[in-house]
């Protein structure tokens, strides 16, 4: 655990650790996998995705099932938009801790999500709160691999030793490891903690203790 130390920087997942947009996520989910013949129950595909990703799910059920892979991500992605609220609710203290941060740090975002999430973040007046943000449409490579997390280091002149990855999967925690950043767990589902992570937390209100309250060092602002 982390009770002695303190950061300055957080790098954040979106789905299920800043916005609640799993319900539609998971709806498209399983309405897709329906038509193509599935019918895992709700709740097992919900836990699944959990551990490990909606990606990883569809790339398992088109290789077992012989099915093209980008015709499922293309029925999802049209379902999905289909579900999802134009503004997806905040977790619970969500926009307090970001402000936290960016008054006294710098907050950074690595989602596999496109650039919908910056549209959900600028319109809850959230987007001025991130100093850098990467999606899937940048390209980087998928967690758990660290390349976006090494990016954002070695773009802003991060220290590894004040930045903590937060997510609320065993693949964010395995990327911050992989990049050598400090790592903590939202388990938002109480499925239990990710044993790798260096802290966990079941509030984002919780993730205050761990930061400084110390000045605001110099970076670039701007985006990937």
């Known amino acids: 655990m982390m009770a002695d130390f303190h950061f300055?920087?957080?790098?954040?997942?979106?789905?299920?650790?800043?916005?609640?947009?799993?319900?539609?996520?998971?709806?498209?989910?399983?309405?897709?996998?329906?038509?193509?013949?599935?019918?895992?129950?709700?709740?097992?595909?919900?836990?699944?995705?959990?551990?490990?990703?909606?990606?990883?799910?569809?790339?398992?059920?088109?290789?077992?099932?012989?099915?093209?892979?980008?015709?499922?991500?293309?029925?999802?992605?049209?379902?999905?938009?289909?579900?999802q609220p134009e503004t997806p609710t905040a977790y619970p203290h969500a926009r307090e801790i970001l402000q936290l941060v960016s008054d006294h740090g710098a907050n950074f975002l690595w989602t596999h999500r496109d650039r919908s999430a910056l549209s959900f973040l600028t319109t809850e007046g959230m987007s001025e709160l991130f100093t850098g943000i990467v999606t899937a449409s940048?390209?980087?490579?998928?967690?758990?691999?660290?390349?976006?997390?090494?990016?954002?280091?070695?773009?802003?002149?991060?220290?590894?030793?004040?930045?903590?990855?937060?997510?609320?999967?065993?693949?964010?925690?395995?990327?911050?490891?992989?990049?050598?950043?400090?790592?903590?767990?939202?388990?938002?589902?109480g499925f239990g903690d990710s044993s790798n992570a260096d802290a966990v937390v079941s509030d984002l209100g919780q993730i205050q203790n761990y930061f400084l309250d110390q000045g605001k060092g110099e970076t670039d602002e701007g985006t990937y």
Do not use: C
Request: hydrophobic share 40%.
């Open 8 to 83: 300055i920087n957080a790098i954040w997942d979106f789905d299920g650790t800043l916005f609640d947009t799993y319900p539609a996520m998971l709806r498209a989910l399983q309405e897709t996998l329906q038509e193509f013949g599935d019918k895992t129950d709700s709740d097992a595909l919900y836990k699944e995705i959990k551990t490990t990703s909606i990606g990883d799910v569809l790339k398992s059920y088109a290789e077992q099932h012989n099915i093209d892979l980008q015709a499922l991500h293309e029925r999802m992605d049209v379902l999905e938009k289909k579900y």
């Open 138 to 189: 940048d390209r980087f490579p998928r967690k758990p691999d660290p390349k976006a997390i090494n990016a954002f280091i070695a773009h802003y002149g991060l220290d590894p030793a004040v930045t903590v990855m937060i997510g609320d999967r065993p693949i964010d925690v395995e990327a911050g490891k992989n990049a050598g950043v400090h790592t903590i767990f939202f388990d938002v589902d």
